[in-house]
């Protein structure tokens, strides 16, 4: 008996995903957090290693039939500690915000200070943020970011004085800059905090080195394996050389927190992919590519303001932009979010620094290069995509954020159904379609 396929077994299924890849075929995604994975991790993640049970680690599995899932994940440690030249990798955290939450297990009791970039300005809810599990159960003083948009290095050297934090985050998800990770290393060391850098935005940045390495500085280095490294939806945490210098039981306290204390079985099926996407990490096309991501975004950037649309920072230093609509008024975020997506260009909104609305209607617009620059795009399709971004924002950002809350919804949501009849949205998202469709989809159109 010959398997079914998805067309023939599940077509609800198969026919949601067909129209999820005319989406993206038609579309330009500019979320700076996405990327597009390859055939190869692509088939790496739909193999037969999905229905593997193992638990524990390699050679210390607590089920048998291990042999080859052992040689898999084996593979994927070893080119991770060649590629980042680190001394200990765990590739089982299913995501990066279980890789991180292992990292305070390792390090801190409950109750301890932490610090971390605050969310608004740019942090990861990981990082110590309110509604994080991470505030609930550890003392979070967050380090914030000034009016240009940079960290605030001489408010963490008080905080970090004042607090003696267990641990200290850098790491971001709207931060246009170049981290500094050596002077996060240096206040760490003067509190005996343990220094973990989460580089989930920059990774692939950082293998091509266009962006500073955390490797020389930080204890412990987490991220995800799905964003600039284009790989599967996964996490890895690594123990520098420093990091057992300072505590020669790092390393196992790190297994130790990820399994038994967080997860039960690895995916294995994703360590696979992992494993694949490491290999064409250390490619030579990998660090073009890398590079590429960071001369596209600067392109796009220059591109915007060129359009008169204000940038925190003025630009960007990596692959991340952070459109300010406050020209406009506060809160215009929501408004530019719905009406780009309907011109088939993703983005999300977000908060600025000294974001004067909120998290829920922001004044912000994140966007970034790596999946256009997966694409195939180059410097003169970036300062297209610029043209197009920009004239959407600058029709959306007119409409007004209400003041009174209960009719913010109502709002966004007239103004969404009004865009279907809206003449630049058709004129733009027929330029996109048009633009778009000339480069491929990496995974199903290579």
């Not at 960007?316 to 406009?328: A, G, K, P």
């Not at 620094?353 to 922001?362: A, N, T």
């Not at 003169?380 to 009174?404: F, I, N, Q, S, Y």
Request: negative net charge.
């Amino acid at each position: 008996m010959t398997n079914p396929t998805l067309k023939q077994d599940d077509p609800e299924v198969y026919g949601i995903i067909e129209r999820e890849k005319t989406r993206q075929k038609e579309g330009l995604e500019l979320i700076p957090s996405e990327n597009y994975a390859s055939a190869a991790v692509l088939e790496a993640m739909g193999s037969i290693l999905t229905d593997k049970y193992s638990e524990g680690y390699p050679k210390k599995r607590y089920y048998g039939g291990n042999e080859f899932a052992d040689e898999v994940e084996l593979l994927a440690q070893e080119r991770a500690k060649k590629l980042f030249g680190v001394p200990h990798v765990n590739v089982q955290p299913y995501s990066g915000s279980p890789a991180n939450l292992a990292v305070y297990l390792a390090t801190c009791a409950p109750g301890d200070p932490i610090m971390g970039l605050n969310l608004p300005d740019g942090g990861h809810l990981t990082h110590g943020w309110k509604a994080s599990a991470t505030s609930l159960f550890y003392k979070s003083f967050p380090y914030h970011v000034k009016s240009d948009g940079h960290v605030d290095i001489d408010e963490v050297w008080r905080l970090a004085k004042e607090h003696k934090p267990r641990l200290i985050w850098t790491g971001a998800t709207a931060y246009v800059y170049q981290y500094e990770f050596d002077k996060f290393a240096e206040i760490a060391d003067s509190v005996g905090a343990y220094y973990a850098a989460d580089i989930a935005h920059v990774i692939g940045l950082i293998i091509a080195g266009v962006h500073t390495s955390p490797f020389p500085y930080a204890h412990i280095v987490t991220s995800t394996t799905h964003k600039t490294l284009r790989g599967p939806r996964g996490g890895i945490i690594m123990v520098t050389k420093r990091g057992l210098e300072k505590d020669a039981e790092l390393a196992e306290k790190v297994d130790k927190a990820i399994f038994p204390a967080l997860q039960g079985g690895p995916h294995d099926h994703t360590t696979a992919a992992i494993a694949v996407a490491l290999k064409e990490a250390s490619e030579p096309s990998f660090k073009k590519y890398g590079q590429q991501i960071v001369t596209n975004a600067k392109v796009l950037a220059k591109a915007l303001l060129y359009e008169g649309i204000k940038l925190v920072g003025g630009g960007t230093e990596n692959h991340i932009m952070l459109i300010d609509l406050t020209s406009f008024g506060p809160g215009r975020g929501a408004f530019v979010e719905r009406a780009l997506e309907a011109a088939h260009i993703t983005v999300n909104k977000n908060t600025i620094p000294g974001e004067p609305s909120s998290p829920f209607y922001p004044s912000g617009i994140r966007l970034g290069s790596p999946a256009l620059t997966s694409r195939g795009m180059l410097e003169a399709d970036m300062a297209k995509v610029g043209k197009l971004v920009a004239r959407v924002v600058k029709m959306a950002a007119e409409t007004p954020l209400p003041e009174e809350k209960e009719k913010r919804a109502p709002a966004v949501k007239d103004f969404t159904a009004a865009l279907a009849t809206n003449p630049v949205i058709a004129e733009v998202r027929t330029a996109v379609i048009e633009l778009a469709t000339q480069f491929p989809v990496p995974g199903i159109e290579e």
